[in-house]
């Protein structure tokens, strides 16, 4: 036996003043993405905002049903909107935003297991990770460089071959 370490270096902002223009910008298309969320249920509203490659910027939240099994997370609605709009586009940077109606969120929220896994494929199929920024209403933000880091010894289809 041998032990062996994993760890991974990501970046700390403590305001989104410090972070690029194009961060800023997707941050705020993020914001923005959360008037579109329908979370009558949870009354936690998530936006998601993707840079394409070519700097088109595509996003979604969350989308709640009664039937609470189904409701679709705001990442993964974004990456289908992305698949739906852009066929094969690059994703180069996905920001996420929350919002509570019940508590005041200032810490960055990181995506749910099944939605790690769905940005794991993607950047599978687009043989690139993608910038991955996570900031709660306002307060400080996360910056990941790829989904691995959210996920690591993930299932991937090459185990299907
Ligand atoms: N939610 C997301 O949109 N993304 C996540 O990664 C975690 C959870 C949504 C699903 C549900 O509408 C609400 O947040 C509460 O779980």
Not at 72 to 101: N, Q, T
Request: charged share 25%; proline share 6%; with cysteine.
């Amino acid at each position: 036996m041998n032990k062996r370490t994993q760890s991974f270096e990501y970046e700390w902002f403590e305001s989104a003043d410090d972070l690029s223009p194009q961060d800023r910008e997707l941050l705020q298309a993020a914001r923005d993405a959360l008037s579109k969320a329908y979370a009558p249920y949870s009354h936690f509203q998530v936006g998601a905002a993707a840079r394409l490659e070519d700097g088109r910027i595509i996003s979604g939240a969350n989308q709640e049903n009664a039937a609470y099994p189904m409701c679709l997370c705001a990442e993964r609605v974004v990456l289908a909107a992305v698949e739906s709009e852009a066929p094969g586009a690059v994703i180069s940077a996905l920001a996420i935003r929350v919002h509570s109606a019940k508590h005041p969120v200032s810490e960055p929220a990181a995506p749910c297991g099944a939605c790690r896994q769905v940005i794991h494929e993607k950047e599978q199929r687009q043989r690139a990770p993608m910038r991955i920024l996570l900031q709660g209403e306002k307060g400080p933000v996360i910056a990941l460089q790829g989904g691995k880091d959210l996920l690591p010894f993930a299932f991937g289809g090459e185990f299907l071959l």
